[in-house]
């Protein structure tokens, strides 16, 4: 390899390991001193504990009537369970607080800088990818989803995966990524097969 190749290559590894630094400040560093919003965040905090509540073994379905909520008897399973057994284990380890139940979306979030990167570095350039990382993680909605606690950037990471598995001819494993967006939140995870 030439000189001025491994220098290009060791100044856009540094520019991506600053990018990820820079968003994993932006995600966690005062994450544990703000509360949960009385939104989605509040409800998916408590559901993660309900999920883990019977220990190892899953309880389906999620109840919400003890919380005051408007599901009843027939439980809540509007959203995945596998995101609410694997944050209710982290809220267990760390114990529940708004930090534990904002850690799992928080590193999804980091997670779907990188990947934004990456595709960036599939698609044109490994610069373009850095820019694009870059916008991503100064975009307001963004960082107050990832925040917040919310699901559409857990949801992103799936589709950017799954774009990411297709630009590099693997159609199988990117159908099981959209295939996991959907079943982590909607079936806009299903973004990649339109286009």
Known sequence: MSQPFKAACSDIFFAALALFCFSMAV???????????????????ALSMSATSNGLIPKLPLEQESLGGHWGKNGYNDHPFVFFYLSGWVMRVFGPSAWSAKLVPCLMSVVCVMLTVWLGRI???ALLGIFSGLVLVLTREFIINGLNGHLDNVMSVFILGSFILWAKRKPHLAGVCAGLGMWFKTPVALL????
Request: glycine letters at 4%.
């Open 27 to 45: 995600f966690m560093a005062k994450a544990d001193r703000t509360t949960l919003p009385a939104t989605d965040a509040a409800t998916h905090a």
């Open 123 to 125: 698609l044109g350039s």
């Open 192 to 195: 990649l097969f339109p286009v």
